[in-house]
């Protein structure tokens, strides 16, 4: 036996689906067959809906235990597939959830995940960012084994969601309750009232480019469109036109989210400080020379009275 | 009435009874003064050696004995009035030491001094005059202290300095009363006595007071460290700075025990100027309660009880208490032993203390940015890296690399170097000098930048160095000696002043005023290049305090690293003084006063005063081709 | 508590990183190392619990000699006792050999808890803590954030995506993974230095461990990414801008 098995993580189609992807990619260059796998319901999200051309096989793995995710249950039902399955592969979404298992899962057999994949090229050799994406590595699995694999999010472009019209087969592990280790609580949001822009993933920040508190709705409002944060610089905060825990900078918060959108910011070393380490850094300002564009990704030179608006627009427009 | 005498009047005659009395109420004066003077001599001797500390060469010593005790210059000159008033009673207690010998002398009948005698009828007149002035200064004084009451000597009243101001009048008095009788009047032995008594009960006081200085302050005034911020080395493998008792040395204790409480320090202090809890006299106030308390053997922390940790994080290290100081105490030594107290031993704990901390362990500057930033900014104004070669090594230091403004600072003070023709590169590598974290007591990190740093400049076979930054000059200069050698460096300041007149000299109309920072003014006493520069590119404007009076701008001692201040911004009240000169452009010769002054003065909106450091001063006047 | 925790000596965050002659590794010539900053979290919280709790804290790092200087620094922090084990070849094994090789070194220590830090910042696969729960047969649980003992064990606080986060109780012995962040980390001090200077560092050598280091993942080969960080200014009318700038987040950063 032998083929591509790809499993899906319930709950997160879009990232399973990507994985997906990245299993025909596969598929493709090996000629192997694909077969999906998740754990859950037969009814359940995961399997009502697909994307792109229908696997050749697709498991519901399902057990009592499994219904809380934890490490020790899902390593067992995965370990108990795999041996059924023999696939060649096996590639998981790169979310905390197979993280958590998945080395563990490899260990089983030998193995090591290539994990957060943003490649596949032939060979099949497998890339993945090292030095916190400075750069890429190549790698090849060596061996007889089945290769574990784990695909970035949004490495791979999944096709349009459909409803799955394939038959779907039930797989029931041997999980003996001895064997889960770990009582895993029901999740809980952080605290509501604390603004924790250090976990924020979306952030627009606002600077003395704004002028006066009566114009901060315009931005709000992209930042609600955006859902994103709502930060700003030290001027700003020190006016009151913002509570001081908003503050970014040397005498505020230090924040590194995947997107940075500083408006009317000329990014002063006080506020660089605090939010350079972002991945993606967004500059909107009317002056050419701001030191901000030389920290920025993408920068609009122009007046923010006029730009937030129109992104705010657009923003809305793609979102829908 | 009264009728001038020829000469002063004494009793002729003191019978045996008296003569007992005399020397029992001296022998039990001595003894109550000595009981306590001895234990805080004994206090000092008991403390910790100076680790670092040279007697010699004496020089020095001597001419600060003679400047600033002798002439009381320093007294004066900070405190022109009082400090003058203050001077004559110096001066006549300093007259009277030969006249005091003689009355008690005279007392038991061996009195040297005769008042019909030629040498003694001039030395009482001459005597007499200094008493004059000393009662008068003395009671100027008095009315200072308790009707004008200047805020710097505390809001309580002290009824001790009161007491002592009376005695002292009533010695002058008595002193001068003398010369209006006659010998054999019953009012002579009545003066005599009062005059003896007034010093019988002077002397035990003496040590229970702040008066203690009459006797310290000569010694501390001699046996200073000398520089100014001298930090001592720490010495073996138990020494994390001033922890507790055991750790104050023999100096600090001597100095503890001087303090005069006149507040020469606080009025100055930028931080007890903006409603902050530090107070420079009450740090020094507070070691001696501790030394009167628990001594220097005890182990109990210095911080806590007798010092706030909070006050001690709150000093920029401007040195303007240490500066002002009439007795030789040495602040700084004593504010960064503490902080070095906490700091070296984990005691410290604040978010950007550790962050700034975490970044220089891990990284090369103190911004916490990527070196290759710097290295950005050399290509992109191609910046001659430095091989060996030049006669210059340019040092860029954190914000001359990484903050925008520094590096406009740079780049004017480049354009300027290269009109000159003068030859000088950049380092590939650079590490913080390690100023903040200095000032701040971390030693551990300060000793690793410092000889990482030191390590690059000998590779690199740097010969001299010029910078922007005063903080670095201080750093690389003088604190880097206690790990190695560096090379000569100065502040550019110094450099272009000796370039003066090859610059092109502005006409305009433009009014600068001219801020002097603590590293560069009172560390390291460059008052005259900078505005020599600054007169280049306009008409220089003093603020109101200047020079070794000029007031912090609030970044120094590692505090622009904190985060916020309580009470008011030193850099917004500094930055206000500067505006209300009138004066069209506020000049700087450091990054970091640019840097303060640059929000504080975004305040004032449209009608901000310009910001300019001398070396963009300086760069404006040259010819409109130079390249960078 | 007997609390291990495996740290990692790695290339400095802000290091230029520049591809080496071979295009197998990157040039280490003149590089600075520190410790990896999520194993500092894990030193932290180890060190936190010890202050709570009692006990020992002990590192364990594998790499060549200059790793003691980060042994060194984490007993300057507060560890109690160090294990270095001396490997020149630390690259040419995978997260299995790694972990086998770490296991081997603790495994008759015996230890309550074992914590690593959630992912290094060279390689960044975040397995070797997993990897060797696995191998000592004991739980583990990943991401974590804060660490209580209890009488039955250990209450964790795990992250989760989006904002969310999950309570998980476990006996131990276990492993954790420690993510960045959960608490304030402390600075070397000059005591700690001079305290570390009697501190006991046990070497063993890879071979002693005798452990299995053929790997079945091979880093083949490290290049430079395509596209390096250059600001792109978006030209146009602030309409024509703005949608330019959504394809960018839609396409480029996915965040839309």
């Given at each position: ?78 370990e ?75 490495a ?24 889960i ?32 508190a ?30 001081m825990?908003?503050?970014v ?23 660089l400080?605090?939010?350079k380490?972002?991945q ?10 701001a ?30 | ?19 007992l ?85 005279s ?5 040297f001094?005769?008042?019909s ?17 000393c009662?008068?200064?003395i009671?100027?004084?008095f ?14 009243l ?98 503890a ?17 903006t ?44 040195g ?25 031993t ?51 230091g ?23 023709g ?34 690059i ?43 003066a ?9 433009e009014?600068i ?35 070794e ?35 069209t ?9 640019n ?8 305040e ?25 | ?17 520049r ?22 979290y ?24 200059r790793?003691?200087?980060t ?60 990897i ?29 995506e ?9 006996p ?33 050598t ?7 280091a ?8 490290v290049?430079?990414p395509q ?12 309409k ?15 965040v839309?």
């Amino acid at each position: 036996m032998s083929g591509i098995l790809v499993v899906q993580e319930a709950g997160r189609n879009r990232i399973s689906f990507e994985a997906l992807a990245a299993g025909r990619v596969l598929a493709d260059l090996t000629g192997l067959p694909l077969e999906t796998a998740a754990v859950g319901d037969p009814n359940s999200n995961v399997f009502v809906e697909t994307s792109g051309p229908p696997p050749a096989a697709a498991y519901a793995v399902q057990h009592p235990l499994l219904e809380s995710y934890t490490s020790d249950g899902y390593v067992l039902a995965f370990e108990q597939l795999i041996r059924k399955l023999e696939p060649s592969y096996i590639v998981f979404p790169h979310t905390y959830q197979s993280r958590d298992y998945v080395p563990r899962l490899a260990t089983r057999f030998g193995q090591v995940l290539i994990g957060d994949i943003t490649g596949i090229e032939p060979g099949p050799t497998f890339v993945r960012q090292l030095f916190q994406g400075k750069m890429n590595g190549s790698y090849r699995h060596q061996g007889d084994g089945p290769c574990f694999l784990s695909i970035q999010a949004g490495a791979f472009r999944a096709d349009a969601p459909q409803p799955g019209t394939f038959t779907i087969q039930p797989f029931e592990p041997e999980i003996p309750a001895s064997a889960i280790r770990t009582k895993p609580g029901a999740p809980f949001r952080g605290s509501a009232q604390t603004v924790d822009l250090g976990s924020a993933q979306l952030i627009v920040s606002v600077g003395r480019g704004i002028k006066d508190a009566d114009n901060l709705p315009m931005v709000q409002n992209l930042a609600t469109a955006l859902g994103a944060e709502l930060a700003a610089s030290r001027p700003i905060c020190d006016n009151g036109w913002l509570p001081m825990e908003r503050q970014v900078g040397s005498s505020g918060q230090t924040v590194a989210p995947r997107l940075y959108l500083a408006i009317g910011i000329s990014g002063a070393i006080q506020h660089l400080v605090g939010m350079k380490s972002s991945q993606c850094i967004v500059a909107i300002n009317k002056d050419p020379d701001a030191p901000i564009f030389e920290v920025a990704d993408y920068g609009i030179v122009g007046d923010l009275f006029e730009v937030v608006p129109a992104l705010t627009e657009a923003v809305k427009a793609a979102k829908q | 009435m009264l009728s001038l005498a020829a000469t002063l009047a004494e009793p002729q005659h003191f019978s045996l009874a008296e003569k007992l009395l005399l020397i029992v109420l001296t022998a039990a004066s001595a003894a109550a003064f000595w009981r306590r003077f001895g234990a805080v001599l004994d206090k000092i001797r008991q403390s910790k050696k100076d680790p670092g500390f040279h007697l010699f060469p004496l020089g020095r010593r001597v001419w600060d004995f003679f400047w600033e005790v002798l002439c009381q210059a320093k007294v004066i000159r900070q405190r022109p009035l009082p400090g003058l008033a203050h001077a004559f009673v110096f001066w006549g207690f300093c007259a009277f030491a030969l006249v005091t010998l003689n009355h008690f002398a005279s007392g038991i009948g061996v009195g040297f001094l005769s008042p019909s005698g030629p040498f003694g009828r001039f030395y009482f007149y001459l005597a007499a005059a200094f008493a004059f002035t000393c009662a008068a200064g003395i009671f100027g004084l008095f009315v200072r202290r308790f009707f004008i009451r200047p805020k710097w000597l505390g809001q309580k009243l002290s009824w001790e300095s009161g007491f002592i101001a009376l005695l002292i009048f009533v010695l002058m008095a008595t002193y001068l009363a003398a010369f209006f009788v006659a010998d054999a009047s019953p009012a002579t032995r009545i003066l005599w006595w009062t005059h003896t008594l007034a010093i019988l009960i002077f002397l035990p006081i003496i040590p229970h007071t702040k008066h203690l200085h009459l006797l310290l302050s000569p010694a501390t005034v001699f046996l200073s460290r000398g520089g100014f911020s001298q930090i001592p080395p720490l010495v073996g493998d138990e020494d994390f700075g001033l922890v507790a008792g055991t750790d104050l040395t023999q100096l600090v204790s001597l100095q503890a025990y001087s303090c005069v409480e006149c507040g020469r320090c606080t009025e100055h202090c930028p931080a007890a100027n903006t409603g902050k809890l530090l107070n420079p006299k009450e740090i020094v106030l507070g070691v001696r309660a501790y030394l009167n308390d628990l001594g220097p053997a005890s182990d109990q922390s210095l911080l806590g009880k007798y010092n706030a940790q909070e006050a001690v994080f709150q000093c920029t290290t401007c040195g303007a208490c240490e500066f002002q100081c009439p007795v030789g105490i040495e602040h700084l030594p004593i504010l960064i032993g503490l902080r070095r107290g906490a700091v070296n031993t984990g005691a410290w704990e604040d978010d950007y203390g550790a962050k700034l901390f975490l970044a220089l362990e891990r990284g090369s500057n103190a911004l916490g940015i990527s070196p290759s930033e710097r290295d950005k900014f050399i290509q992109k104004q191609a910046l001659a890296l430095f091989d060996g070669t030049q006669e210059y090594c340019l040092w860029l230091g954190c914000m001359g690399g990484y903050d925008p403004k520094g590096r406009e600072i740079v780049a004017d003070f480049a354009r300027v170097m290269n009109y000159l023709g003068t030859s000088y590169g950049v380092l590939r590598k650079e590490k913080c000098t390690g100023d903040p974290v200095r000032r701040l007591g971390n030693d551990l990190l300060f000793q690793q930048l410092a000889e990482a740093n030191l390590e690059i400049l000998a590779q690199s076979k740097v010969k001299k160095i010029v910078t922007i930054c005063p903080h670095c000059v201080r750093t690389i200069q003088e604190d880097w000696k206690d790990y190695g050698t560096p090379p000569p460096i100065e502040h550019h300041s110094e450099f272009l002043a000796r370039f003066a007149d090859k610059l092109p000299k502005q006409i305009t109309d433009e009014t600068i005023v001219y801020h002097d920072p603590c590293y560069l003014g009172r560390y390291r006493n460059v008052f005259d290049e900078p505005r020599a520069v600054t007169a280049l590119a306009g008409t220089v404007v003093e603020a109101p305090r200047n020079h070794e009076r000029s007031f912090c701008c609030g970044a120094g001692g590692g505090l622009t690293f904190l985060g916020e201040e309580t009470g008011e911004r030193v850099s917004h009240v500094r930055a206000a003084e500067l505006v209300a000169t009138g004066a069209t452009t506020v000049g700087t010769a450091c990054p970091f006063c640019n840097s303060m002054f640059r929000d504080a003065l975004a305040e004032s909106g449209e009608a901000a005063p310009q910001l300019l450091d001398i070396a963009q001063l300086t760069a404006r006047g040259l010819p409109k081709n130079e390249a960078v | 508590m007997k609390i291990i925790v495996a740290i990692k000596q790695v290339p400095e965050r802000d290091a230029q990183v520049r591809v080496d002659a071979a295009a197998k590794w990157i040039e280490a010539s003149d590089l600075q190392y520190a410790l990896n900053e999520s194993d500092a979290y894990a030193l932290e919280e180890a060190l936190q619990l010890k202050e709570k709790h009692g006990g020992e804290v002990i590192v364990v790092t594998a790499g060549p000699e200059r790793v003691g200087q980060t042994i060194r620094e984490a007993l300057a922090k507060g560890a109690d006792r160090g294990i270095h084990i001396d490997c020149d070849d630390l690259e040419s094994r995978d997260a299995l050999g790694v972990a086998r090789l770490l296991a081997a070194a603790v495994k008759p220590e015996n230890a309550d808890l074992l914590l690593t830090g959630l992912q290094s910042e060279d390689l960044g696969q975040g397995q070797t803590g997993v990897i060797l729960a696995e191998l000592l047969g004991l739980p583990h649980a990943s991401l974590i954030l804060h660490v209580e003992k209890t009488d039955s064990g250990l209450t964790v606080k795990r992250e989760l995506e989006e904002g969310w986060f999950q309570t998980i109780e476990l006996p131990t012995p276990a492993v954790l993974t420690i993510q960045s962040g959960g608490n304030k980390l402390r600075y070397a001090t000059l005591m700690g230095i001079k305290r570390a200077k009697t501190k006991e560092v046990r070497r063993a050598t890879a071979a002693e461990l005798a452990v299995d280091a053929a790997p079945v993942v091979l880093l083949e080969r490290v290049s430079l990414p395509q596209k390096q960080k250059s600001t792109q200014i978006l030209p146009g009318t602030p309409k024509e801008a703005a949608a330019a700038l959504v394809e960018k987040l839609k396409f480029e950063v996915r965040v839309l």
